[in-house]
C-alpha cells in the first residue's frame, strides 16, 4: 500500500526514557519531515530531509535527533523525554523540498510523556 | 517573525457556502498551500496556489493575493464530511512550510 507508515500509534512514556518514532515511506519521495501538533498551535517543523543522507534543523529542534540513511525511512529519537514532548506527531514526505511540492502526512503518533 | 492568521472556528450550515480567511508575513514566498484535517486524522492537501487568483477544484476554491498576504479557502455546497480543520501554510524562502493554528469549520444540518 503506497504511502506513509509511522509507529507505534500511541505511547505512554515515563520521562527521561529514550524513545524513537518511526516512519517509513514507499512513494519513493526525496524530502522527509518531522512535525509536532498541539493544541491551539500550527504544526511546527522538528527536523527535515531534503534527501538522504542529509537532515537539517526545523523550528523546534531540541531534545529531538533523526537521521536519513536510505530514502524510505526517517526515524525521530527523543534522547531523554521531558513532560513538554507530549504531543500528537506527524511524519510527511513530498517528491521533493522544491516550491510547488505538497507534502502527505502519515498517520501520526501520539505521544504522552509523564 | 513569521505569522499565518486564520480564525479559529467558523460554523455554517449544511448547502450552504463559506470562507475561510487566511493572512500572512513571512520571509519570502514560495507557494500557499490549504490543507483539510478530520479530527484524529493526519492533514490533507486540498490546494496550491501560487500565483495571484482563483484555483477552483470541485466545490472548493483557493484564492491568493500575494501584495496583499492574504488568501481564502471557499467551500461550496457544503456537506457534513466537510466538517474538519482547515489549514493554511506558506513555503517561505527556504522552502519550509510555516503553518496556520487551523480553522475548526463545524457544518449545522
Known amino acids: 500500500i503506497a504511502g506513509i507508515t509511522q509507529a507505534p500509534t500511541s505511547q505512554i512514556l515515563a520521562a527521561g526514557r529514550r524513545m524513537t518514532l518511526r516512519c517509513t515511506q514507499d512513494?519513493?519521495?526525496?524530502?522527509m519531515y518531522w512535525y509536532r501538533q498541539d493544541l491551539g498551535l500550527g504544526l511546527r517543523l522538528i527536523h527535515y530531509?531534503?534527501?538522504?543522507?542529509?537532515?537539517g534543523k526545523g523550528e523546534v529542534p531540541d531534545g529531538y535527533s533523526v537521521s536519513r540513511a536510505n530514502t524510505d525511512d526517517f526515524p525521530l529519537t527523543l534522547a531523554s523525554a521531558v513532560p513538554s514532548q507530549t504531543s500528537v506527531y506527524f511524519c510527511a514526505s513530498s517528491d521533493s523540498a522544491g516550491a510547488g511540492n505538497e507534502q502527505f502526512f502519515g498517520p501520526g503518533t501520539r505521544l504522552t510523556v509523564l | 517573525g513569521q505569522n499565518i492568521d486564520q480564525p479559529t472556528e467558523m460554523t455554517a450550515t449544511e448547502g450552504a457556502i463559506v470562507q475561510i480567511n487566511c493572512t500572512y508575513q513571512?520571509?519570502?514566498?514560495?507557494?500557499l498551500f490549504w490543507y483539510q484535517q478530520h479530527a484524529g486524522e493526519a492533514p490533507t492537501f486540498l490546494s496550491y496556489n501560487v500565483l495571484d487568483g482563483l484555483e477552483e477544484k470541485g466545490r472548493f476554491s483557493s484564492f491568493l493575493s500575494r501584495s496583499k498576504g492574504y488568501s481564502y479557502l471557499l467551500l461550496k455546497e457544503l456537506q457534513m464530511k466537510d466538517s474538519a480543520s482547515y489549514l493554511c501554510?506558506?513555503?517561505?524562502?527556504?522552502?519550509?512550510?510555516?503553518w496556520g493554528a487551523g480553522t475548526k469549520l463545524i457544518i449545522k444540518p
Open positions: 530531509s531534503n534527501t538522504a543522507g542529509t537532515t
Open positions: 513571512t520571509s519570502g514566498f514560495n507557494g
Open positions: 501554510a506558506v513555503k517561505d524562502s527556504n522552502y519550509q512550510l510555516i
Open positions: 512513494m519513493r519521495h526525496n524530502a
